[in-house]
């Protein structure tokens, strides 16, 4: 099974529809990350979690929200979604102790038509 | 702020042969410097990493990259390719306690037979 387990892995929505991304890890690692992917652009940071209580947002959070139910889980939500949105989101994981390695998941497609 | 540049898309390389992806970094203050592979439908796997020592890092699947402080640049190489290696590579930075990833733009890399 996946350390870092990304659900769904594809997923196609209207404009305006609010949409959730869901990631869990069995790592046990306290940092998650939320990433995402366009052809040419490499992988952007939207939002980071360094434990339960603490959220910040990365380099491009407008028009997304997280929730970090848990150690384990954490969620990345398009509030009503828009097509520029359309893009491969990456969660990934990262304990202190590990020399800032992150562990990612497969990957979510998502599609906004 | 810290900036990671590959200078190339794309490149192709015949199958045995030798190949060097490039990565130029930025930064005022001292940083770790990572590789990460991503092949088709998969997540990111770390490749190898530099975090202080020896500037020449051995990786997985027998790569390699030097830290080369003078230059800014961390440039990753591979004696004899195989088709296997088909893949993007993403070169990244991050301050050290930052616990945040950089990410290149990402080379393609293709091999063929």
């Known amino acids: 099974d996946a350390d870092v387990t990304q659900t769904p892995r594809n997923r196609i929505t209207k404009t305006g529809k609010r949409i959730m991304l869901e990631c869990s890890q069995t790592k046990g690692h306290d940092r998650m990350y939320w990433y995402r992917q366009d052809p040419g652009l490499g992988l952007r940071l939207i939002y980071y979690s360094f434990d339960v209580k603490d959220i910040n947002k990365g380099e491009i959070s407008d028009g997304y929200s997280v929730s970090r139910q848990a150690q384990a889980k954490f969620s990345l939500s398009l509030e009503s979604a828009i097509p520029n949105q359309t893009a491969l989101y990456f969660c990934?994981?990262?304990?202190?102790?590990?020399?800032?390695?992150?562990?990612f998941g497969a990957g979510t497609r998502l599609s906004v038509l | 702020a810290q900036s990671v540049t590959q200078l190339d898309s794309q490149v192709p390389v015949f199958e045995e042969a030798p190949v060097e992806l490039r990565c130029n970094y930025s930064?005022?203050?001292?940083?770790?410097l990572f590789w990460y592979v991503q092949y088709p439908n998969q997540g990111l796997q770390l490749l190898l990493k530099?975090?202080?020592?020896?500037?020449l890092v051995k990786g997985i699947n027998g790569f390699e990259a030097e830290f080369n402080k003078s230059q800014t640049s961390f440039h990753l190489r591979k004696p004899s390719v195989h088709i296997s290696d088909t893949a993007e590579y993403f070169c990244?930075?991050?301050?050290?306690?930052?616990?945040?990833?950089?990410f290149g733009t990402g080379t393609r890399l293709q091999v063929f037979p």
């Open positions: 990934a994981t990262s304990d202190f102790r590990g020399g800032e390695v992150q562990y």
């Open positions: 930064s005022s203050v001292s940083v770790y």
């Open positions: 530099y975090l202080s020592g020896s500037t």
């Open positions: 990244a930075v991050s301050v050290p306690g930052a616990d945040k990833l950089i």
